[in-house]
């Protein structure tokens, strides 16, 4: 009897360190699948000097601390930043397709088609034509969730006619021999049209639905300027369309009386840059202040982002712009703002882990501050921001994440740069 209970205290003893180690495996496992990566749980907090040292346009007040001039960060994963190519005509846009390869447009109304060492096709063409007057002409292009087998993209561009130009939206099928974009429509206008080549905005960025987010600019002309605040027209708004451009079932205001079905927001200046944050889903804004104010926007439907009612810049004259007023109740803040301005046009989340403090990070092409500001976000709230490529003298139009890890850039001087870990 005695042998037999050491016998069975044996194999109890056996059968509760295999469950616990099975059970250590399980949670080993669990953990591989689902544990957020370092960096993205502990983002790089600022704790340099900020990166702005020259006096602000302007003594307003941030609203909350943290809201401009945070603290400076410095990248510690070494990179390399290369130019991969110097032929490109005014380039506006850069966007991976799923093979790996970027799409880039060009103003003056032709598509470019890139390798990522930098070797590009002949001009694209098959859109129509574009007002590439000043700040207009072929914009953003954004691949259809399908390309890999429909071959369709997306484009935002100004459109010129008899009554003057608007930014609108429109699709086309990528030639199998890539030389031209086939049946090219238009799905979507921002009325009205106005005779000017300024403001357009705009950038396209598709949701995990396949549906539409496209920014417009107020068209920069002070009696265009109150349009931002009315929702009966396309200037200074956020739309939520669908391919056929449509308004999205449950939009803001779609049973609003007297507003456009297809607004999400409004109260915008000149958005230049779009993006979707790759963990949260949330939609984040980029948009041209006048002398001072730029900002970095997060999108909420329905909301009310303040143009030209509030704003933390001024006139380019020196005046100011509604009485210096910076708040007011149901106008919605800025995250951050930049004063000087930093002049933002396309911006990117960066999705990938090969530079660890990089990941979820924004990178936002600055045009005349020269350099590519990068934004570290924790809790919707920046915390450091740091200045890439200053020393390139370039006027960075656009930022796109690559497929293959690495950040691409394309300059108004014609120049497309390649971003990536060393």
Do not use: C
């Not at 397709?97 to 088609?113: H, M, N, Q, S, Y």
């Not at 357009?200 to 109150?226: H, M």
């Not at 210096?324 to 999705?351: H, N, R």
């Not at 370039?394 to 014609?414: C, I, N, P, S, W």
């Amino acid at each position: 009897m005695k042998y037999f209970n050491i016998l069975a205290t044996m194999a109890l003893a056996f059968f509760l360190l295999s469950a616990s180690s099975d059970e250590q495996k399980e949670n080993k496992n669990h953990d591989d699948t689902t544990q957020v990566p370092l960096a993205a749980q502990n983002p790089q907090t600022g704790t340099l000097p900020p990166v702005e040292t020259q006096k602000a346009n302007t003594n307003y007040k941030p609203a909350f601390e943290g809201q401009t001039r945070i603290a400076g960060v410095k990248t510690e994963t070494p990179y390399e930043v290369k130019i991969i190519s110097r032929d490109l005509s005014a380039p506006w846009a850069v966007t991976s397709l799923p093979d790996g390869r970027l799409a880039i447009t060009e103003k003056a109304g032709t598509l470019r088609i890139a390798t990522t060492d930098g070797t590009l096709s002949a001009k694209i063409t098959g859109f129509p034509a574009v007002d590439d007057r000043r700040q207009g002409g072929l914009l953003d292009v954004a691949p259809a969730p399908d390309f890999e087998t429909s071959r369709m993209l997306y484009f935002t561009f100004a459109e010129r006619t008899s009554q003057g130009s608007l930014t609108a939206v429109g699709k086309g099928k990528l030639s199998a021999d890539e030389k031209k974009i086939e049946n090219f429509q238009v799905i979507y206008r921002a009325v009205p049209y106005f005779d000017n080549s300024m403001h357009f905005g705009s950038r396209i960025v598709f949701d995990k639905n396949g549906n539409i987010f496209v920014s417009t600019g107020e068209r920069s002309d002070l009696a265009t300027r109150p349009k931002a605040q009315l929702l009966d027209n396309g200037y200074g708004k956020v739309v939520y369309i669908t391919t056929e451009g449509k308004p999205v079932a449950g939009n803001p205001f779609i049973n609003t009386q007297g507003a456009l079905p297809e607004i999400y927001t409004y109260g915008h200046r000149n958005a230049q840059g779009l993006d979707i944050h790759p963990v949260t889903g949330d939609l984040w804004l980029n948009e041209m202040g006048p002398r001072g104010g730029d900002e970095l926007n997060l999108i909420k439907p329905g909301k009310n982002y303040g143009w030209a009612n509030i704003t933390y810049g001024i006139e380019y004259s020196g005046q100011a712009i509604s009485n210096g007023a910076t708040q007011k109740d149901g106008l919605e803040q800025p995250v951050y703002y930049w004063d000087p301005v930093l002049s933002p046009s396309g911006m990117a989340f960066y999705t990938s882990n090969a530079v660890p403090e990089w990941e979820n990070n924004l990178f936002i092409g600055g045009m005349s501050s020269k350099h590519i500001a990068r934004i570290v976000l924790k809790d919707n709230k920046v915390i450091g921001e740091e200045r890439l490529l200053t020393n390139e003298n370039q006027r960075f139009r656009d930022v796109g994440m690559g497929k293959d890890g690495a950040l691409y850039a394309v300059t108004d001087e014609g120049r497309l740069y390649r971003i990536a870990k060393k």
